[in-house]
């Protein structure tokens, strides 16, 4: 059996969207990425409550650059329409995302285990002529993560989240 058997994956049009973003900048520890998207993603809930703004979709954890040190991604929630007026929260503004066409991954199960998501999906790419080094990553930026399932009232083990690895 290899490594990608059962690697749910599809290729897909992703529309435009609007979202409250923010932008953060982080270790790259994972627990330090964890608790940076958490505080993030409150924030953004802040700006949307303070709005009186719905989510129109999961939140995201948008990656664009990622080193041995340093991790910088952005945390969009997806929105109807622009509120107005806009009642400011610290740092989140919103901003339109244009539509894309990307791979899409699933990842099934805790956050902690989805390095072992993306190390079969680097297999699955690899197979497929997709990379041969981990600069052949950056074709594929900005990638990003979507959580599918609330945190807060489901199970870890049945916790989904899709994952999105832009194609050009």
Known sequence: MTATMHLESMEVAVPAALVAKLDVTTGADPSRISE??????????EFL??????????????YT???P???????????????????ETEGVT????????ALRFVHHGPYREL???????EAWLRERGGIRTAADWER????????????????ESE????????LR
């Open 65 to 67: 650059s990622w080193g």
């Open 36 to 45: 940076a998207t958490e505080a993030a993603v409150g924030k953004v809930q």
């Open 140 to 155: 594929y930026s900005p990638m990003w993560e979507e959580y599918v399932s609330d945190p807060a009232t489901t199970p």
């Open 94 to 101: 919103v901003e339109a995302i244009p539509e894309s066409t």
């Open 159 to 166: 916790l989904v989240t899709r994952i999105f690895l832009t």
């Open 69 to 87: 040190a340093e991790v910088r991604f952005t945390v969009a929630v997806p929105i109807s329409e622009a509120p107005t007026p806009l009642i």
């Open 115 to 121: 390095r072992a998501t993306y190390a079969r999906i």
């Open 49 to 62: 409550v303070r709005n009186r703004l719905v989510a129109a979709g999961p939140p995201r954890a948008i």
